[in-house]
């Protein structure tokens, strides 16, 4: 697979290295010989066969990521040893980047000049900065009542599943291996079904960079087969999920039914845009479009319920429009395309339904709704606007590159709508008076509130969901102790001087 770059033109790949399990450091066909098809959303044809993994691979890969953490190397290590492995990962992961870039713009229809530029060097930095961690894991010296000695150990959780989505594959991947990893966990990981490519090559990567056998495991498969055997398995000690609050359920269950596992989950979103009327219409505009269709729509945290303020309703709704006109979508390899397809035949047709939905409910269509080309699964920009509360299209998440654009009058109407969901992952809020954004954004029931910005993730910052949007952290030390156990140990102490 070529990722040269020459005469401004990339090497689109023709051949893919990695189609195996990744199972105790060695790539290897599932045990039933079974394989799928992993498409190319440019076209709808196949890139490559990947091995399926079913519950007995994820038996294998447990085992030996069960063994890794009873027996193994990598919990013992030091810290800072731990750190050394992650910054030679994250090093080759730079140095392969347009090769990852290229995998996940012909697995998920990204941007490539986007992944390569942006979205892979973050996911490098990611292990950097929970390598910077791995050696500052420490408890604390507690004063105990009476003549005791007593102090806390922060322990690594275990065996870790990780289940996560394809609208990100290479973020989410480093999201949570990263953090357990730092831990001292071991892990079996489950791409999605859509897009296995990145994840193997990565896998590839953590064994040249010193991840010793065992530690991480990839099994692509799908999840009523592969993400069940996850789930309920009886050696796995904590799964972590990022994907649809329906899946998030079954997860629960399944964690609760069989060896009452640890569970966080990362799930659906309905995120609300407020903007004032003191807002500069154009700035707003754009930022309400690029939080509707970034990523074409498959984010979790699109700000897909836009709500504006009547004093500057009309004059937003017109340069709303005028700036989804310009937006470019196109295959994802062209550099002037801002947008790419939707990931699969199945999301593709989802979009186009809920946007016949909207239609048939009566909100107006501004613009878009259609598909583009007649190859691959390419979707306009899409904007409805005389949208009521109860939609299907205001109250579902879509995942595409539609939004619902609506009116208000006061502060305390805007809070009530923009809290008018199950769902609690995100809001923005575009003003620019602070004491608006002060009560709003302490008002609205989401795990992160952007001001006069969007899309704003980092390292450090904690991130994750209110309500049916789920539970525990991504990002930063709360992540990163979402791997760890804390311990108590108390020992008597005789003939001390002082207690």
Same mark, same amino acid.
């Given at each position: 697979?070529?990722?040269?770059?020459?005469?401004?033109?990339?090497?689109?790949?023709?051949?893919?290295?990695?189609?195996?399990?990744?199972?105790?450091?060695?790539?290897?066909?599932?045990?039933?010989?079974?394989?799928?098809?992993?498409?190319?959303?440019?076209? #709808?044809?196949?890139? *490559?066969? !990947?091995?399926?993994?079913?519950?007995?691979? %994820? $038996?294998?890969?447990?085992?030996?990521?069960?063994?890794?953490?009873?027996?193994?190397?990598?919990?013992?290590?030091? #810290?800072?040893?731990? *750190?050394? !492995?992650?910054?030679?990962?994250?090093?080759? %992961? $730079?140095?392969?980047?347009?090769?990852?870039?290229?995998?996940?713009?012909?697995?998920?229809?990204?941007?490539?000049?986007?992944?390569?530029?942006?979205? !892979?060097?973050?996911?490098?930095?990611?292990?950097?900065?929970?390598?910077g961690a791995a050696d500052k894991i420490h408890g604390e010296v507690l004063k105990a009542s009476g003549e005791f000695h007593a102090y806390t150990l922060m322990e690594p959780v275990g065996v870790v599943g990780h289940i996560i989505p394809w609208n990100f594959p290479s973020n989410m991947f480093l999201t949570k291996v990263s953090p357990a990893l730092a831990a001292g966990c071991t892990m079996v990981l489950k791409p999605a079904e859509q897009t296995p490519l990145s994840a193997l090559f990565y896998a590839h990567l953590a064994k040249q960079a010193g991840i010793p056998d065992g530690v991480l495991n990839v099994v692509p498969g799908f999840g009523p087969t592969a993400g069940a055997a996850i789930s309920s398995h009886m050696n796995v000690d904590k799964v972590s999920f990022t994907g649809s609050t329906e899946v998030g359920r079954e997860i629960m269950h399944a964690a609760a039914s069989s060896n009452l596992k640890q569970v966080s989950l990362e799930l659906g979103?309905?995120?609300?845009?407020?903007?004032?009327?003191?807002?500069?219409?154009?700035?707003?505009?754009?930022?309400?479009?690029?939080?509707?269709?970034?990523?074409?729509?498959?984010?979790?945290?699109?700000?897909?319920?836009?709500?504006?303020?009547?004093?500057?309703?009309?004059?937003?709704?017109?340069?709303?429009?005028?700036?989804?006109?310009?937006?470019?979508?196109?295959?994802?390899?062209?550099?002037?395309?801002?947008?790419?397809?939707?990931?699969?035949?199945?999301?593709?047709?989802?979009?186009?339904s809920y946007i016949e939905h909207g239609k048939k409910e009566g909100a107006t269509l501004l613009y878009g709704g259609k598909r583009l080309g007649d190859k691959g699964y390419y979707i306009e920009p899409t904007i409805f606007s005389d949208v009521k509360g109860d939609m299907l299209i205001a109250q579902d998440e879509i995942f595409g590159p539609v939004m619902s654009l609506m009116k208000f009058k006061t502060i305390e109407e805007a809070i009530m709508r923009a809290n008018n969901t199950k769902y609690g992952l995100a809001a923005g809020i575009v003003t620019k008076n602070l004491d608006i954004a002060n009560t709003v954004s302490r008002s609205i029931r989401a795990g992160i509130v952007w001001i006069n910005c969007y899309f704003i993730f980092g390292s450090d910052i904690p991130y994750g969901g209110y309500?049916?949007?789920?539970?525990?952290?991504?990002?930063?030390?709360?992540?990163?102790?979402q791997y760890l156990q804390q311990k108590s140990v108390v020992t008597p102490i005789y003939n001390s001087p002082w207690l």
């Open positions: 697979m070529s990722n040269d770059i020459s005469d401004g033109h990339v090497k689109i790949p023709t051949t893919v290295k990695f189609t195996k399990l990744f199972i105790n450091g060695q790539f290897v066909d599932s045990l039933s010989g079974s394989e799928f098809e992993t498409i190319d959303p440019r076209t #709808g044809e196949v890139i *490559a066969r !990947i091995s399926e993994g079913r519950k007995e691979d %994820i $038996d294998a890969a447990v085992k030996a990521a069960r063994e890794a953490f009873d027996t193994g190397p990598w919990p013992r290590m030091a #810290g800072a040893k731990r *750190a050394k !492995i992650m910054l030679k990962w994250a090093d080759l %992961i $730079d140095q392969n980047a347009s090769e990852l870039a290229a995998l996940d713009a012909i697995d998920a229809g990204k941007l490539y000049n986007r992944c390569k530029a942006q979205e !892979i060097p973050a996911a490098a930095n990611m292990l950097r900065y929970y390598a979103g309905k995120s609300p845009l407020l903007i004032f009327d003191d807002a500069d219409v154009d700035k707003a505009a754009s930022l309400a479009l690029l939080g509707t269709v970034y990523n074409k729509g498959e984010i979790c945290v699109a700000s897909s319920r836009v709500f504006v303020q009547e004093g500057i309703y009309d004059e937003f709704e017109k340069k709303l429009v005028e700036k989804a006109k310009a937006w470019v979508v196109g295959d994802p390899f062209d550099p002037k395309s801002q947008q790419g397809p939707q990931v699969d035949k199945k999301q593709f047709e989802k979009i186009l309500k049916q949007s789920g539970f525990g952290r991504e990002y930063g030390m709360q992540a990163l102790h």
